[in-house]
């Protein structure tokens, strides 16, 4: 959950899932098979799925209801504490998902960029 989050630095809390179904920009705790635990955003709300993106990735996943763990309800980020409640919070959530697709897109091309450099 690159920039917001950075391992080893900054935590965060989660509250285990209800019954009740996630919402758009919820950030989602999941369990990706086999063994492996992610936490990213939900950028959609389909009927019998999420469509969920990491801050720092690239590629969407699509997550059920079932692989849900928890969602995350508070994070201390360089020290200082945040609740997803936070207006601050929200702003940048909005702003984030907005800008997606540029993000997406100029990560796409310095990629190609690299590649085509060490295929010299």
């Known amino acids: 959950m690159l920039p917001m989050l950075k391992q080893g630095r900054d935590s965060f809390t989660v509250k285990k899932k209800t019954t009740q179904r996630c919402r758009k920009y919820d950030v989602i705790l ?15 709300v389909r009927e019998h799925d999420y469509v969920v993106l990491g801050d720092n990735c690239i590629n969407k996943e699509y997550v059920k209801d079932s692989d849900i763990i928890g969602i995350m309800t508070e994070f201390t980020h360089n020290g ?28 796409k091309v310095k990629l190609r960029a690299k590649r085509m450099i060490h295929a010299k």
């Not at 999941?30 to 959609?44: E, F, T």
């Not at 940048?92 to 100029?106: D, G, H, Q, S």
């Open 30 to 44: 999941y369990r990706r098979p086999p063994d492996s635990y992610v936490l990213h955003r939900v950028i959609a």
């Open 80 to 107: 200082k504490e945040y609740r997803v409640t936070d207006k601050q919070y929200q702003k940048y959530v909005r702003f984030w998902c907005k800008t997606a697709n540029l993000r997406i897109f100029c990560k």
